[in-house]
């Protein structure tokens, strides 16, 4: 019960600190400063509540197992990061963009496809994609390769949208200014449209980096050989080993937001000329 | 999508189609292939077509295999069940056509109704909380980038976990589905609310100062009806999500049913109607739900006069 | 300064707004930056003011002041004989922005009963101020349309009908027609005189236009920038009725003409 109080204590000092911070002049550090006394306050209260009140392991272990178990297994999390980040996530990250790229230069030439695929890769975006999983297990088998075709599916058609309306996003009067210039169609596509679409292809980028991780460790959930993420999740929580699995999540929680913030900070120095890039 | 889309949509969709049809040539023709020299008889291409396009357990089912299969699930099922049920009072027909094992509608059903309650709470949570957010800037500088942050892990690894979590302090059944669906909806209806409800330009704050307009005023009349488009784009990939999250959740309780458990059976026995089957009601199932929505978006934006 | 004082034929004049040694200082990154500095000045009941000037020299800022937009960093102001803020708790003033920032998802009578609203007026009282206002701004017969069913001047007219709604003594007014062309401008602004005349307000109005400046205003400010400071006050002669044509009076390019030498003196001061 005394730890208890003691994470309620613990909050009330943290919220009190962001109180008072909120009060002082805006800056940049102002919301680091905020945020990081949030987690720190969140994960000690998690540690205080779940051993004051005697929670057991197999439903919430305290941070200070988990990162025991994340200390301690730290090459099981790198066999199963290299197979689910590195070999799936990330090979099919790169084929699935490529195509989708490739894809929307070919109908972009066409305005037919491009009215006729522009609905429908809408609607696919839409779809629980993810549900192709077990066909694609069963195609590719339950190696890698069958996680970076699930990943390619998933990716496909959000870059490919998002490409296809980026190739339209320069100006008229621009487009008429390089068509005054006599500029021929690969002058206009690398001078004019590709920069001028790169915002909208980094959004599908965006999109892309996160949907990415998802689908590979969702793929293992329907067979995987015996390493990976979500091989390691489902099982893991299947026997009850909740403090590995939690440390799985850890992993995954790092691993996606750095993929992420590679690709964000990629487009930052790339499209530095957007207004949205812009301080 | 304009009457003028029409005519290249239908194409494309028709492209799809043949391809599909033919990639189910070149994924089945081994199986052909093998039965035949089994046989020790010669196929013509035609005969190879045909087998190919007809096989029990395809690599690749045909979309006519595929739209059989789900008539077989739910329309002949539940006329079965309809018929052997007959006697009974009407409404207890109509629960035993629902809850036949043997039908898809049964799994089709658990699994919507798992989302809608999931997308239902998360999505009255994340306004609550964007509400908190905009008026706090305690809050707003605490919180907000963790919401930020979580957009970009896969939260869906979680899944499997609470399941298991929930059924060992005995919550099993629909609720652990939709708390799934709820969080996965939740994160993007707080982004876009914020957003929406942080829309209206400074002069129209301005404005409301030069009135003396209350907090609760300027929340009721200027930031709530700002929020609205924002919130309904939010709402549309909150729907998909909860969709998501309900059919991943079943994979980890299957055999409590819902489309997810279907498609993981399939995968088990290796029947890959089963798992298409399921899949492409799955799909409709979002598309039902999604433009349900952009339909309530249509009206309420015509009737706010955010579009002419 | 003015050859026939245009107010000598009507009541003693009564201070509305006065602001004395008025200074406003933003804090930047890249230094204090002085918006406003030593502002003096005196505006009376019924009066029509503008204030003219490069970007920069504070007009704007000024009005925002008044209205309690902004908070002045030294000397006083007084709105009505109290503070911005008193002044903007009584509802003293409506205020005009330069975009005329209609609701979309309001009609344009929906737009007028916003303030009227938040003021907490019963519904009749709502319904009949804003049949009159809409007459006052010639748009009787718009009230059910949506603000984007109308045109560029139609919406900033309904802006004004907005700020006339709960029958303010004081209108300030920050480049309204800044975004419209020429011929609507001239329209509108001769309304707005008709206006004025009908209902007899004060006006604050921020223009960067010379012949709109002259045309409106029985007052002309002159300011200059870094520090926005006050260059010159120009009384103006012309008469209160002012058909169109009087722009093309010997009088008339004569104040503009002083006018813009004001300006020029504010430029070779900066």
Not at chain 1, 58 to 73: D, E, G
């Amino acid at each position: 019960m005394m730890l208890v109080l003691a994470a309620l204590g613990v909050w009330a000092i943290g919220w009190g600190v962001n109180i008072w911070v909120s009060h002082q002049k805006p800056g940049r550090w102002q919301s680091v400063v905020s945020a990081t006394v949030f987690g720190v306050t969140a994960v000690i209260m998690w540690q205080l509540v779940v051993t004051g009140l005697e929670v057991s392991p197999v439903i919430l272990p305290p941070p200070s197992m988990i990162f025991t178990a994340f200390v301690s297994s730290t090459d099981i999390l790198w066999a199963d990061f290299i197979q689910t980040f590195v070999k799936g996530a990330l090979s099919g990250y790169v084929i699935g963009c490529s195509a989708a790229f490739l894809t929307a230069l070919a109908i972009d030439r066409s305005n037919f496809l491009k009215r006729g695929l522009l609905p429908i890769g809408n609607f696919v975006a839409a779809l629980p994609i993810i549900g192709m999983a077990p066909i694609l297990v069963m195609w590719f088998g339950f190696d890698w390769q069958s996680k970076a075709a699930v990943v390619v599916v998933m990716i496909f058609f959000p870059v490919l949208v998002n490409t296809v309306q980026g190739l339209d996003a320069a100006g008229k009067m621009q487009r008429d200014l390089m068509h005054t210039y006599a500029a021929g169609y690969w002058q206009s596509l690398f001078k004019l449209r590709l920069p001028a679409a790169a915002p909208f292809i980094f959004n599908g980028l965006k999109i892309a980096s996160t949907l990415a991780l998802i689908g590979a460790i969702v793929a293992e959930f329907f067979g995987s050989p015996i390493v990976g993420m979500g091989f390691r999740i489902s099982t893991g929580a299947g026997r009850l080993e909740l403090d590995l699995v939690w440390a799985e999540i850890v992993v995954a929680a790092i691993a996606g937001s750095a993929f992420y913030g590679i690709v964000a900070l990629i487009e930052r120095k790339a499209t530095f000329w957007h207004p949205s890039q812009r301080k | 999508m304009g009457m003028r889309n029409i005519l290249p949509v239908f194409t494309v969709v028709m492209v799809i189609f043949a391809l599909w049809y033919a990639f189910a040539i070149v994924l089945n023709k081994n199986w052909a292939e093998d039965k035949a020299t089994r046989g020790g008889y010669e196929l013509s291409f035609s005969e190879l077509v045909a087998d190919t396009w007809s096989q029990k357990k395809p690599r690749l089912p045909t979309p006519d295999q595929v739209a059989g299969e789900i008539w077989q699930s739910t329309g002949v099922a539940a006329a079965k069940k309809w018929r052997r049920t007959a006697g009974d009072p009407l409404f207890a027909r109509i629960s035993e056509v629902l809850n036949d094992k043997r039908s898809l509608i049964r799994h089709a059903w658990l699994t919507l109704s798992a989302t809608m309650l999931g997308f239902v709470f998360g999505t009255g949570l994340g306004i609550l909380l964007a509400v908190g957010i905009v008026h706090n800037r305690a809050m707003d500088n605490s919180v907000m980038p963790w919401v930020i942050t979580s957009q970009t892990i896969p939260i869906l690894a979680l899944a499997p976990m609470i399941i298991v979590v929930l059924n060992a302090v005995g919550i099993s059944g629909l609720v652990p589905k939709a708390i799934i669906s709820a969080y996965l909806s939740f994160f993007p209806v707080v982004v876009g609310m914020v957003k929406g409800l942080r829309s209206p330009e400074a002069m129209q704050l301005d404005q409301m100062r030069t009135w003396f307009a209350s907090k609760s005023q300027i929340f009721w009349k200027l930031r709530l009806p700002s929020s609205v488009p924002y919130l309904f784009t939010s709402l549309k990939i909150g729907v998909a999500a909860s969709l998501v999250g309900a059919i991943v959740g079943e994979l980890t309780i299957s055999q409590e049913g819902g489309l997810g458990a279907r498609m993981l059976q399939g995968n088990y026995y290796g029947t890959t109607l089963t798992i298409w089957a399921a899949l492409i009601l799955a799909a409709a199932l979002a598309a039902v739900l999604v433009s349900s929505v952009g339909l309530v978006e249509r009206i309420t934006k015509k009737r706010m006069g955010f579009v002419q | 300064m003015a050859r026939n004082d245009p107010d000598s034929n009507r009541a003693p004049a009564e201070t509305v707004i006065s602001a004395s040694n008025l200074s406003l200082t933003f804090e930047t990154n890249d230094g204090p930056v002085h918006a406003l500095k030593d502002v003096d000045l005196t505006i009376n009941r019924g009066e029509f003011v503008s204030f003219i000037g490069p970007s920069g020299c504070g007009k704007t800022t000024f009005l925002r002041v008044l209205a309690d937009l902004e908070q002045p960093t030294g000397g006083s102001v007084s709105v009505n004989g109290m503070t911005p803020r008193e002044a903007r708790m009584k509802r003293a003033y409506g205020f005009v922005f330069q975009a005329a920032g209609l609701y979309p998802w309001r009609t344009i009578a929906g737009n007028i009963k916003l303030p009227l609203e938040i003021m907490g007026l019963s519904k009749s009282e709502q319904n009949e101020r804003v049949q009159k206002v809409l007459e006052l701004v010639h748009l009787d017969g718009f009230g059910k349309k949506f603000p984007w069913q109308l045109s560029g001047g139609m919406q900033q007219r309904a802006s004004i009908a907005r700020a006339l709604g709960f029958d303010a003594d004081i209108l300030l007014m920050d480049e309204p027609f800044g975004a419209l062309d020429e011929i609507v401008r001239d329209h509108l602004n001769e309304q707005l005189l008709e206006l004025w005349a009908k209902t007899n307000k004060t006006i604050g109005f921020v223009t960067h236009s010379i012949p709109e400046a002259v045309y409106l205003s029985t007052k002309i400010v002159v300011m200059s920038p870094r520090p926005g400071r006050v260059r010159e006050v120009i009384e103006s002669s012309l008469p209160r009725e002012r058909p169109l044509d009087i722009r093309e009076s010997a009088e008339f390019l004569a104040i503009a003409h002083r006018v813009r030498e004001g300006l020029r003196g504010g430029h070779d001061d900066g």
